[in-house]
């Protein structure tokens, strides 16, 4: 095993047995962080399963009413009438602290629910499709907050693994190293004052 180049004197040693002590309560800091990431990412993948189950049965209405609109307009027609569709739904996005860091928070706020549509020369069907892709919406932006986090979460849980790791198995076992071999050198030492005593 390696160990760290240092002088063998009393002040080094009780610097690197300070070391290690950091070390060995940063390990403990890691390991807890990493149990309640892992806690944390377990919880929200059951959340997004459900979001995403969620999300494609309004996509699949909201595709259904689109292909009714499709076949009783025409292609051209429910193009005219996207043209005066304007979308005042609105997105915000916040960011809340979880274990020092940032989470997205995605609030969607609906806009007016009123049809832009004029009710002259279209069919039911694209009303309904409106409403059916409005409704979908809310969902989407519950799935992109829980994904986002997921995301995150994924991210900040192997990095605190790696650390953990490099922590584990290669700064605490070069400090223990070191300290051996200080100590050891100072003994000799010792013993070599007291045999020119």
Known sequence: ????????????????????????????????????????????????????????????????????CLLSEGREAVARAALGVRGQDRVDLKDRGFVGMPMPVVEFHPGDQRPHISFGNTASALDECQAAVREALGPIAELAEVE??????????????RRTNALNYMIIPTYQETIHYLEGALEEREREGLFHL
């Open 148 to 161: 986002a986090i997921l995301w995150r979460l994924a991210e900040e849980l192997k990095r605190t693994v």
């Open 1 to 68: 095993m390696a160990r760290l180049s240092l002088p063998a004197t009393k002040g080094n040693l009780l610097k690197i047995k300070a070391e290690q002590l950091l070390a060995s309560e940063a390990v403990t800091f890691l390991e807890e962080k990493r149990d309640l990431l892992l806690g944390e990412l377990l919880r929200l993948q059951g959340q997004a399963a459900t979001f995403r189950r969620r999300v494609e049965q309004a996509l699949t209405g909201a595709y259904g009413h689109l292909e009714d």
